[in-house]
């Protein structure tokens, strides 16, 4: 079996070596650079060659820029019937659960993620690990206490192990290397990640399908529990309920519970005070935005995964102006990489002061969140953020909701799910209503279409 593997992975490295050498005929110097040797061949079989991707934004761009030229050479090289499937070895947008559909040629799939006992889905991302973790003094005590919850997961006094800080910052990254840590360690424990929004939505789904004592049967099984944005349960009373009693049994049973969230448990206003005590129980780690050679340091890592060679005078100007989160580092280094592959200009200071420039009204959206806007709007029309999210059908808050709605979808990129989890685990067709009814009465009533203007004024000028 063995050999039969190696012989196939062979046949994969010498086609796409002879793809890559017609490819370069028809390609400038840096685009082949920067978009074809990263790929790896992982298969051939069946007239169909399997590559992978270093990412979703690969992925997007070799799409929309080079498919003609990818789909011409593996017909010449491979021959009629040729079929490309691309790999992409990163966190798919939507729950990988979501995710049915396959594209036609070049096809896109998600790689396998990590299982135990051979049935069992982690939902973790294995491109998660400790050893692409940059520490920094910033999240030193999280890093520290993660390898030991790793070595020995509900058995050390971190439990649970909340980690808090903003936007960015890694804790997703640290927390799913926990989990891919003790699957690799303990291949026989029961490991899931999954978000607070998606711990929702199947407890609604289990509602309605009346199987409540499945789905928190399935959940006080694990042996370990990761669940990220735990701040999204407030306003969601059922969901608190159900959750605390998962918790209490999973610790009194020392299984490891791992907690994200923006704002330390006793900053989490509106969530059960019985929850938020038993968040403190074990220990509580903030991650602070990375200091200037930590973000250097994530930089050079990150260029070198692209495949990159950038200047340290280039590096050294993003990590001074990009300060914030992580993320926004990533995000620097992929647009600076498009604008000069899309413009077919070399990687240069004056490049990176645009991009930067860029990313920095970038920012200006992204720090608009829903809750923002809730509390604005419910300032403004004097209403109970609460009864924003009730069943309530009194006209001021209903109108209170829908213009919340509305303002969320057109002010964030948010989805039509994730706005309606936030106004009481409303589905995305009530969504559309609410912006339906709203660009309605804008139409037909001045008065009002100026005040959705004062607010969006208000939430940008708050947002920076």
């Known amino acids: 079996m063995d050999i039969e593997k190696s012989a196939i992975t062979k046949n994969a490295v010498t086609v796409w070596k002879d793809c890559l050498s017609r490819i370069k005929e028809n390609v400038t110097q840096m685009t082949y650079n920067t978009w074809f040797l990263p790929i790896k061949p992982v298969a051939f079989e069946n007239n169909t060659l399997k590559v992978e991707l270093p990412s979703q934004f690969f992925w997007e761009w070799i799409d929309e820029h080079y498919n003609s030229v990818i789909k011409n050479t593996i017909n010449d090289v491979i021959g009629p019937g040729a079929k490309l499937e691309y790999v992409i070895m990163e966190e798919p947008v939507e729950d990988i659960r979501n995710i049915t559909h396959v594209e036609k040629l070049p096809e896109r799939i998600i790689v396998d993620k990590p299982k135990v006992n051979n049935d069992f889905e982690t939902f973790l991302n294995p491109r998660y690990t400790f050893d692409n973790f940059i520490k920094g003094e910033g999240n030193q005590l999280a890093r520290a206490a993660a390898g030991a919850i790793s070595d020995n997961p509900g058995g050390t006094s971190f439990n649970p192990f909340f980690v808090y800080g903003g936007v ?62 735990i701040q999204f349960l407030i306003g969601k009373e059922k969901t608190q309920d159900l959750f605390f009693h998962i918790f209490n049994t999973l610790h009194q049973s020392r299984k490891q519970i791992i907690l994200t969230s923006d704002k330390s448990p006793k900053n989490l206003k509106g969530l059960d005070e019985r929850l938020t005590s038993r968040f403190q129980w074990g220990l509580t780690a903030d991650i602070q935005p990375p200091e200037l050679e930590t973000r250097i340091a994530i930089l050079n890592k990150k260029a070198e995964d692209y495949g990159m060679i950038i200047s340290t005078e280039i590096l050294e100007y993003i990590a001074m102006n990009i300060t914030s989160n992580i993320r926004e580092l990533e995000g620097c280094l992929i647009k600076l990489l498009a604008n000069a592959s899309l413009n077919s200009k070399e990687i240069t200071l004056d490049l990176a002061r645009k991009t930067v420039k860029e990313i920095a009204t970038d920012r200006k959206i992204n720090n608009i969140s829903i809750d923002s806007i809730t509390k604005t709007v419910c300032e403004h029309l004097n209403i109970s953020e609460n009864k924003i999210r009730d069943k309530t059908r009194k006209k001021e808050v209903v109108l209170a909701r829908q213009l919340a709605m509305y303002l969320s979808k057109e002010l964030t990129r948010a989805s039509l799910k994730t706005i309606g989890l936030h106004f009481g685990g409303r589905d995305h067709s009530t969504v559309i209503h609410a912006c339906m009814s709203i660009e309605k009465a804008k139409e037909s009533d001045s008065n009002f279409k100026e005040m959705i203007n004062e607010l969006k004024n208000q939430i940008e000028l708050s947002a920076g």
Do not use: C, W
């Not at 799913?176 to 026989?188: L, M, R, S, W, Y």
């Not at 607070?196 to 399935?218: C, K, L």
């Open 168 to 229: 960015g910052l890694g804790k997703t990254h640290l927390i799913q290397a926990i989990g891919n840590e003790i699957v690799k360690k303990f291949p026989d424990k029961k490991v899931i990640y999954l978000s607070s929004d998606i711990f929702t939505v199947e407890f609604v789904e289990a509602i309605q399908s009346n199987r409540v004592n499945e789905f928190s049967s399935f959940y006080r099984s694990m042996d370990v529990l990761i669940i990220d944005d």
